[in-house]
């Protein structure tokens, strides 16, 4: 068979020519501030969950990266420096699965000293050999997927076989490491683990009152084109709230910070907190102060993207800083993105880019 290439690569557009970059505050079209940036450091990942990299086309005919395509450490740490000049204060390493990428906590030492908040998003299969290393390497916090406690559903949904119990320990790791709480998120999907719904929240909130981690539920979303979304397929988040707070008695909290993505509520009695993240019910796209910076270093300022916009092409063609930060600047000043508060059944048919290839 052939290989099989989902043609995001033709998607990618030259960035920009720009104007210097004035220095001033960095808005987009809608007045939108550029606060985070999530870096995808791999297109590769060790599951195929069903929602996300499907086996089907995810199989030994796809055809990853090369790794001369993949930006190296250096330019990474090169660029994620001139976006925290840019008023960058958060970054999220990601893929695919960043735990495969060789070395990662060396990454996490280059960018540690830019002062931004820096996090990591995994599978958490991998946390036990590599969390201490990462606090060592100076990462802030950790965000482990988990979208079951029933061992068959899990298998089921990370299509690897991949046990439960392995991700449990992965976690208890990083909270010794000292990265407690951890965000646990679980993508709930009808039929396939809302039936775990409220198991999840049990087991968390008792977990919780030790390491006070943080579940948050997350919408099942139409991002790429492989996974086969329907709307019938979505729990909104507002059921996913009702049938927890039929067991648990549940308060609403304020947001740490305007343009936080997960809208919180507490247990009554005092054993922490959920989170519940909407994209597709309650978009938050006015708020969304998020670039993406894909793994062969392009940008998209919007996770239901078509298209990105090359700055490896820049990069290594000998750019300076500024001409980087300019192009940087004329990017976040297009962008007018607003693909949640759009979407429709037709939207979601849409040829958008890898959820795996810009970062989750
Ligand atoms: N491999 C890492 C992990 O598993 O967390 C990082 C990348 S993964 C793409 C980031 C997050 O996106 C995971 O929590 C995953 O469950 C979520 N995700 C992937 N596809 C999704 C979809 N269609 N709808 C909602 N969330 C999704």
């Not at 000049?85 to 699965?97: A, H, P």
């Not at 000293?113 to 991998?126: H, K, M, Q, R, Y």
């Not at 119990?165 to 993508?187: C, E, Q, R, T």
């Not at 919780?208 to 729990?235: K, P, Q, Y």
Request: charged share 25%; net charge neutral; with cysteine.
């Amino acid at each position: 068979m052939a290989d099989k290439v989902i043609p995001i690569h033709s998607a990618i557009r030259a960035a920009p020519s720009a104007p210097r970059y004035d220095g001033g505050a960095l808005a987009d079209t809608r007045g939108r501030p550029m606060r985070d940036l999530r870096i995808s450091v791999t297109d590769r990942c060790n599951f195929r969950c069903t929602y996300c990299m499907p086996r089907e086309v995810f199989d030994a005919n796809y055809k990853f990266l090369p790794h001369e395509a993949i930006l190296s450490f250096e330019e990474i740490a090169r660029l994620a420096g001139i976006f925290v000049g840019l008023g960058v204060t958060k970054i999220r390493l990601t893929g695919g699965e960043p735990l495969l990428r060789k070395a990662l906590p060396r990454l996490v030492e280059m960018l540690a000293p830019l002062g931004a908040d820096l996090t990591l998003t995994t599978n958490g299969s991998t946390l036990v050999k590599h969390a201490q290393a990462l606090k060592d390497a100076g990462l802030n916090r950790i965000t482990v997927s988990l979208d079951s406690l029933d061992d068959a559903t899990f298998r089921a949904m990370n299509d690897a076989d991949f046990p439960v119990a392995k991700v449990l320990d992965g976690i208890a790791a990083a909270a010794n490491a000292g990265f407690a709480p951890v965000k646990i998120n679980m993508v709930v999907k009808r039929g396939v683990n809302d039936h775990q719904i409220v198991d999840a929240a049990r087991y968390w909130r008792s977990a919780g009152r030790g390491g006070g981690h943080i579940l948050r539920f997350i919408e099942f979303m139409d991002v790429g084109s492989t996974n086969g979304w329907r709307m019938d397929d979505v729990i909104p988040s507002a059921e996913v709230v009702r049938r927890i707070a039929e067991a648990f008695a549940l308060a609403p909290v304020e947001p740490n910070y305007t343009g936080e993505v997960a809208e919180r509520w507490r247990y009554q009695d005092g054993a922490g907190e959920i989170g519940v993240i909407s994209s597709v019910t309650q978009a938050f796209c006015r708020d969304c102060s998020r670039m993406r910076l894909s793994t062969e270093g392009s940008l998209y300022t919007c996770l239901f993207a078509q298209h990105g916009h090359d700055l490896k092409a820049l990069l290594r063609g000998g750019a300076a800083d500024d001409a980087l930060r300019d192009s940087i600047a004329a990017v976040w000043r297009q962008r007018d993105d607003r693909y949640s508060e759009v979407r429709t059944a037709e939207t979601a048919k849409l040829r958008k880019v890898e959820m795996s290839y810009i970062g989750g």
